[in-house]
């Protein structure tokens, strides 16, 4: 079985971002990057299912502009075997991203196809579900759990309301939740030998999909602020002002 | 041409959210229908129709929608879509899980979570875990878009008089089974919903000291939330996370205890309209958001503050 993982590159989860004084995006210079949290799980998942004998190779493909093939380099590190690197200028929707992995998709023919369920930049929380519809492959959202069986997955999933199994047929898509499993560090000889690991580059121009922005950002701003609370001295304080000054209780 | 708007249900009855899902479909279009995919789903049906804003009830019955899969409902509301300018849902997990699916299949590039409808194809939504808000404005013909339920009120659940019209099933997919569902039982109010919510996060140390919390929840008639720190470490079930990959929640009161307040879970609360923080880290940044900060060891706090509740004449319910 040949598992392919995508992951994409994005501002730290710790870094505390800056909103672009003229509201045109993002401030991105010289801010720390990382791999989005829940791909680390993706890449993961499918390295630990190969290392129990049940898949052959795990392929790790980024989309992106050049730097974004570090996260590849980083789940070579941890495993992965080879990598893809879709070369793009520019911030691409969902919808044309998994346009891309389509074609990919096509061209690598893996049994399953792994991503995190979000990612924590534009939370749109869609490629995944967009790249299971345009294969018609069933999708395993939100996955805190998998069971690899012959040609079977049993996925565990986080809902609303607590959690929900379903049994998926191979080839299939599973995206990501942080539950999922704990990613491993890359360890010095490790990230050497992923130096030497081959990283195929493709450009996004070449694969002849439509990958036009069809969602036009006019403004981004920053959220209104809370305005400053204050520290009560004891218990009692706290509850007299719940009851008597906000009125909540 | 109206907007379509995908219930949610558990077959027997309307999920609350799916109110303010309507509300927020009527800012868009004051034309709504609403389709409602399930199992012996009338009587849900029936609550759909009679929704303030709903004009029109479309019901899709077979074994098959029994269990919400996405593979099965997309096709059905693809068919549909055909009259519709906007197919709208809550952006919970049902919404998240099956709304790209459909718009994929319709060419367009899916809006997510949208916390304000600007005009029918400009929308404000929350990115970077809240951190920024996008003005952003769809292009795209037919417009799928999931919304935020929290910031929207929800829409009278009474007035309507919508016609209910059957549509046919789609065929089975069958390539994705239903296996289980383990849905957690509870008395409190539900997290998303609740006018309380008490939350603990790593600094409660393990899933029996939860039942502090608890004793707190159960006094003010509280729903219970949860850091990702305290679920991961196993004190308590996801259904509890809030956060920016868990649940959102915008309760008049949030206490958050034990909860050091990494960006991740401010995403969740801090649009509540009263935050109130217990933590022994006087440099934690929960306290940046806390209208009332208390800097404690909280086994020392929580029992006094139960005392201290003992001691009012009244709580508000």
């Known amino acids: 079985m040949k598992i392919l993982v995508a992951v994409k590159r994005v501002i730290d989860y710790n870094v505390q971002i800056r909103v672009k004084e003229d509201g045109s995006g993002i401030v991105t210079d010289n801010v720390k990057m990382s791999t989005n949290p829940p791909d680390d799980n993706a890449i993961e998942e499918a390295v630990k299912i190969k290392e129990a004998g049940k898949a052959t190779e795990v392929v790790a493909i980024t989309v992106g502009e050049e730097k974004a093939q570090e996260t590849v380099r980083k789940a070579l590190a941890v495993g992965a075997d080879r990598g893809i690197h879709v070369k793009v200028d520019g911030i691409l929707e969902p919808l044309a991203v998994s346009k891309i992995l389509q074609k990919i998709v096509d061209k690598e023919k893996p049994d399953l196809v792994f991503m995190g ?133 | 041409m109206a907007v379509l708007l995908i219930a949610e249900h558990n077959n027997k009855e309307l999920r609350p959210f799916t109110l303010n899902a309507a509300a927020a479909a009527s800012q868009i279009d004051s034309d709504v229908h609403a389709v409602i995919i399930g199992q012996n789903t009338a009587e849900a049906a029936k609550q759909l129709s009679g929704l303030s804003v709903v004009k029109k009830v479309l019901s899709v019955e077979a074994a098959h929608y029994e269990n919400f899969t996405a593979e099965n409902f997309a096709p059905v509301i693809v068919k549909l879509a055909e009259n519709y300018s906007h197919i709208i849902c809550s952006a919970n997990t049902f919404g998240k899980n099956l709304m790209p699916r459909i718009a994929a299949y319709l060419d367009t590039s899916q809006v997510s979570d949208i916390i304000k409808v600007i005009s ?198």
Request: hydrophobic letters at 40%; proline letters at 5%.
């Open chain 2, 120 to 317: 029918p194809d400009t929308f404000l939504r929350p990115i970077y875990a809240g951190n920024a808000f996008a003005t952003i404005k769809s292009n795209d013909n037919k417009k799928c878009v999931t919304i935020r339920p929290t910031s929207f009120d929800p829409c009278e659940s009474t007035g309507g008089s919508a016609s209910i019209e059957k549509v046919e099933a789609s065929e089975e997919f069958s390539n994705t089974k239903f296996v289980k569902r383990e849905e957690i039982k509870s008395d409190r109010p539900e997290l998303g919903t609740a006018r309380i919510v008490v939350s603990g996060g790593r600094g409660m140390q393990s899933g029996d000291n939860f039942k502090l919390i608890t004793e707190i929840a159960d006094k003010l008639g509280a729903a219970i939330g949860a850091s990702r720190a305290a679920v991961d470490a196993g004190y308590i079930s996801n259904d509890h996370q809030v956060g920016q990959t868990g649940k959102v929640v915008v309760p008049d009161l949030y206490i958050a205890i034990g909860i050091s307040g990494a960006i991740q879970h401010l995403a969740g609360m801090k649009e509540s309209k009263v935050i109130v923080a217990i933590n022994k880290d006087g440099e934690a940044p929960i306290f940046s958001v806390a209208d009332y900060g208390l800097e404690a060891d909280l086994f020392e706090a929580i029992p006094q503050f139960m005392e201290e509740l003992n001691k009012l004449n009244t709580i508000q319910k």
């Open chain 1, 117 to 249: 369920k979000q990612a924590i930049d534009d939370d749109c929380n869609q490629t995944g579900q967009m790249l299971s519809a345009l294969l018609n492959w069933p999708q395993a959202t939100f996955a805190s759990k998998i069971d690899v069986k012959d040609n079977k997955l049993e996925v565990t999933r986080e809902i609303d309301e607590g959690l929900e199994t379903i049994e998926i047929n191979v080839p299939a898509i599973v995206t990501c939740d942080l539950r999922l499993n704990e990613p491993r560090y890359a360890s010095l000889p490790n990230i050497m030998k992923a130096k030497k690991k081959p990283i195929e580059e493709i450009l996004a121009s070449d694969l002849g999909v439509d990958i036009s922005s069809r969602i036009e950002q006019l403004k981004v701003e920053e959220p209104p602020k809370r305005k400053a609370g204050i520290k009560v001295a004891n218990v009692a304080e706290l509850v007299q002002k719940l009851k008597n000054e906000a009125k909540v209780i």
